[in-house]
């Protein structure tokens, strides 16, 4: 039991997290499902979740919603995130948590050269970054540190980038949550378990809203560096041991 309640405890703070910062929940909680249920439950495990807390987002923000943005990125996301979800379940147990750890780390470095670039992309050059991030997604799950700089290149800021960030990923993982489902990577009981992670998620987006206006950019990028450092980390410890 006590495993449970620590994972939902993390699923509050996680929410939270990316109820402010347009992402973070994956890149908090994977590790942790890794280590509680083992790597290929914890993905499918998470890619519901993720549904539930991208779905509090929206609702959060419905009336900021950017849908050009939205079309232009997800059109061809969805059927990428399908593609990279079934290339996935393909993999060894052990390819997939050093992939995922060195995939996070490698974020570090990568989100702070295209923020530094401050690059200004249009409306296909965002359905290209929606095709490529949407593969990344089905494979490695965890994409927000590189969807974060997309959107925020196309122009959106505050409340229509959280919008349609979090609308985007929740075609996205609804993709990939259907492609689990159809191969038979989603049994019932790794679906309550999202559902009840997804639950705690998004309790910790609702209670964050207030907090959005307030964060700092600076607080922003800390948060999100020291998040990718530590889970990159331990998913290459539990690689390893």
């Given at each position: ?48 979740a993720a549904l539930m807390a991208n779905l509090a ?32 379940l393909e993999l060894p147990s052990i390819w997939l948590e050093a992939g995922l750890g060195l995939f996070f ?137």
């Amino acid at each position: 039991m006590e495993p449970y309640l620590f994972v939902l405890l993390v699923g509050l703070a996680a929410g939270a997290v990316s109820g402010v910062v347009g992402t973070g929940s994956s890149i908090m909680l994977l590790p942790v499902l890794v280590l509680t249920f083992g790597p290929k439950q914890a993905v499918p495990i998470m890619a519901v979740a993720a549904l539930m807390a991208n779905l509090a987002r929206v609702l959060a923000w419905w009336r900021d919603l950017d849908w050009r943005a939205f079309a232009a990125y997800s059109v061809p996301g969805v059927p990428a995130a399908a593609l990279g979800a079934r290339t996935l379940l393909e993999l060894p147990s052990i390819w997939l948590e050093a992939g995922l750890g060195l995939f996070f780390l490698m974020m570090i470095p990568v989100r702070h050269i295209l923020a530094a670039k401050q690059i200004l992309i249009r409306w296909w050059q965002l359905s290209l970054a929606g095709a490529g991030i949407g593969f990344l997604t089905g494979l490695v799950l965890s994409t927000g540190p590189l969807s974060v700089p997309a959107f925020a290149s196309y122009g959106l800021v505050k409340g229509a980038f959280l919008a349609t960030e979090a609308a985007s990923s929740l075609a996205l993982y609804a993709s990939k949550v259907a492609t689990f489902q159809e191969l038979g990577a989603l049994p019932a009981e790794l679906l309550m378990h999202g559902l009840i992670v997804g639950a705690s998620l998004t309790l910790g987006t609702f209670a964050a809203k207030a907090l959005v206006r307030r964060m700092k950019a600076v607080t922003f990028q800390y948060v999100l560096d020291v998040l990718l450092l530590a889970s990159g980390l331990s998913l290459l410890w539990a690689a390893l041991r």
